[in-house]
């Protein structure tokens, strides 16, 4: 295969960068070269999409012929800033385009907040979804659980805590989060927003599917319907109140699990080390702003779990907007200051925040893409361009490929028919590491 005109890195392999992948690879004179922390490809499709969300995790499918492209390469286990730099992107590529995503959550900022029993919804996300990082999430003694945040996370893990576990045993969830999610003795989840059911950011889809649980009760404070005119609402909206709605007026008899809504609260507190209580205060707005009305209420709880968002965090050497989160750019171009950074780019949630959905990202790299290809028909190669991977293999460093992650793959598969489902995760650091290390020269990677 000929050397083609340009080499384009991308920082991230999860939906925005295998779309920016995808749009790249039909160039017959660009290379890509697309590298990520872990040994596994798909970000947030493998590792944010809940495990029995099948229909938008078989997007993973379509993303994965990006891969058949012989121009196209997965270079994991590199992190970015460690184990390779912005300088050396740079050097070794005629574009580098950042597409790391959000890796934090934002924080309640109130009393109480650091208490056993407080944690993240990102975290607990990470944990039913099998990622290597993610600390194992122990539901004993827990009965009452709230989920603080009016978005699809907090309906995604209100739902894995709410669903009976037979229904997820066919699911690719580790068999040690199915273990702790079949011992749990759950009665009450709770999901809190400061804002009414009008405002909420919830798909309509996923919250139908939440409130038709089998075996779920739900309630929703009648007065978080005042006011609402629905001749006002979009069609999201309209249908979201529509549902929730429906199911506060649906009678199940002998549930076995509860669900509430509050809407018009906010946390003002947690009590206890562990949790044993929630102090919401009422809210209303002002002038479009949501203020507290000073009359509170107590939920007794053994877990709170927020999902009030994400936020991305700023990558070595790259220009980083502290207040919005993002690396600042203009239509995908990134900007130093007020001036464009030659040949950087970025692309999904660290481009324009966390907003949107999978496909989302596909629009969003079209246009980042557009920019790409245009800049580089102006600039041309870089004369000094260098093989980063062989740089890397100089220093006895060797990125896991394609046909590891294909390893990990047949490996998940193995373990799933073992329990009669078509794949279970690998969730643990050291297994993946020696599929990883299978047929390879050197030592072990460390991860980071």
Partial sequence: ????????????????????????????????????????????????????????????????????????????????????????????YDAVIYAVGASEDLRMRVPGEDAVGSRSAREFVAWYSGHPDAEPQSLDGVRQAVAVGVGNVAVDVARILVKEPLALAVTDMPEDVLGELRRARLTDVWVVGRRGPQHASFTTTELRELCRTPGVAVSVDPEAFDDIDDDTLDRRTRANVAVLREASETQVAAPRMRLHFLFWRRPVELCGDPVRELVLERTRLDDGRVVGTGETETLEVELVLRAIGYRAVRLPGVAFDEKLGVIPSEHGRVLNGSRVAPREYVVGWIKRGPIGVIGTNKSDARETVEHVLADLAKLGPRADRVDLVDALAARGFVPSSYDDWRRIEAAEANRGASYARERMKIEAWHELLDLVQAERPGGPIPPG
């Fill in 1 to 92: 295969m000929p050397e083609p005109r340009f080499r384009v890195a991308i920082v991230g392999a999860g939906p925005s960068g295998l779309f920016a992948a995808q749009f790249l690879s039909a160039r017959d004179d660009v290379a890509v070269d697309i590298f990520d922390r872990l040994p596994t490809p798909y970000g947030l499709l493998r590792y944010g999409v809940a495990p029995d969300h099948t229909s938008i995790k078989a997007v993973a499918h379509a993303l994965a012929r990006v891969f058949d492209a012989p121009a196209v390469r997965f270079l994991g286990m590199v992190h970015f800033g460690r184990d390779v730099t912005r300088e050396e992107l740079l050097t070794g």
